[in-house]
């Protein structure tokens, strides 16, 4: 309000708050918000909270004890070509440029990785004080942390790509439930030179991280419905990635690079018995167990509908 002249008081319009527009019109709009700007909308209020929550639709999750750490697994993460003749779901969004991504100020532990601001959805955690505390409490961060993360956006995450130090079983409770899950990246890291397992660890790691793979290829309630995977590293075998894809029946992309445990034999379940084979457009294979040989290369040239079939060294 403001009073004039001859007395008289006048009601000035305040302008109208950004909440104030229809919430699926918010939802909307925040769709094309790259991750850091939705998750600064999201502390601004309750609401906005659980408006930001729903829009959260693509995460690029990844937790370091170190930036130099964070350096060397971004210079250590495989670069997958880019399919020419049709589109990979693996492709970064067309979105906000580097220069538009923010000041690259922390929040919430979560930085701005400066090598991995082309990707708008990439969101890495840098444990703070981490040279205080030793392995099995960094493991035992990582694994709460992403457990958290998965399962407070579980209802509308579609895409999901995981850089982890090793696959849990808390972490698979929280990612087999993801119900609106349809394209799936998970990289085992393996740069020891970093983080060193301890030798009294590392076997028993192995052990928890082979059932871990197991439970999760049994129970993923996304498998009907998934249209994209790539697995890099990790403790999963034949036996365990055939569970997985035989519920699977319309993925069009599959990657497998570092998946020492995959032997011929999957590859004779990929071209005979799997009934989701027809679907598959891009198949892209790197330092897997197992040479591929003539006769492998032949039951991948049988899948009808492949546009891109590529070997990486």
């Avoid at 060193?196 to 793979?213: C, Y």
């Avoid at 049988?302 to 891109?308: A, D, E, Q, T």
Wanted: hydrophobic share 40%.
């Amino acid at each position: 309000m403001n009073a004039s002249k001859n007395g008289t008081i006048k009601h000035i319009a305040m302008p109208p708050s950004l909440l104030s527009i229809p919430p699926e019109l918010l939802v909307h709009i925040l769709a094309y918000l790259p991750i850091q700007p939705l998750l600064k909308f999201s502390q601004t209020s309750r609401y906005a909270h659980s408006l930001a929550s729903s829009s959260l639709h693509t995460l690029s999750l990844e937790i370091h004890p170190s930036r130099v750490s964070a350096l060397i697994a971004h210079v250590a993460t495989t670069q997958y070509p880019q399919p020419k003749e049709t589109t990979s779901f693996f492709s970064l969004p067309h979105h906000a440029s580097s220069s538009e991504q923010g000041d690259g100020s922390e929040m919430s532990y979560m930085a701005e990785n400066p090598l991995t601001l082309n990707n708008p959805y990439k969101v890495s955690v840098l444990i703070p004080d981490a040279q205080n505390f030793d392995y099995t409490t960094l493991l035992n961060f990582h694994t709460a942390l992403t457990s958290s993360v998965l399962s407070r956006h579980g209802a509308t995450l579609r895409h999901l790509d995981l850089s982890l130090w090793t696959l849990t079983i808390p972490i698979v409770k929280a990612l087999a439930g993801l119900s609106a899950l349809r394209v799936l990246s998970i990289r085992i890291e393996d740069f020891p030179q970093v983080r060193t397992v301890p030798r009294t660890r590392a076997a028993t790691q192995r052990t928890e991280e082979r059932e871990a793979w197991r439970l999760l290829t049994e129970t993923a309630i996304w498998a009907p419905r998934l249209n994209a995977l790539r697995i890099e590293g990790g403790e999963l075998n034949t036996v365990q990635l055939s569970t997985l894809l035989s519920k699977v029946r319309w993925c069009r992309e599959l990657w497998l690079c570092k998946c020492t445990m995959i032997d011929h034999s999957f590859w004779k379940f990929l071209a005979s018995e799997w009934e989701g084979r027809n679907a598959l457009q891009i198949l892209g294979i790197s330092r897997c167990g197992g040479k591929l040989d003539e006769e492998v290369l032949d039951w991948i040239g049988g899948f009808k509908n492949l546009r891109v079939s590529c070997s990486m060294p």
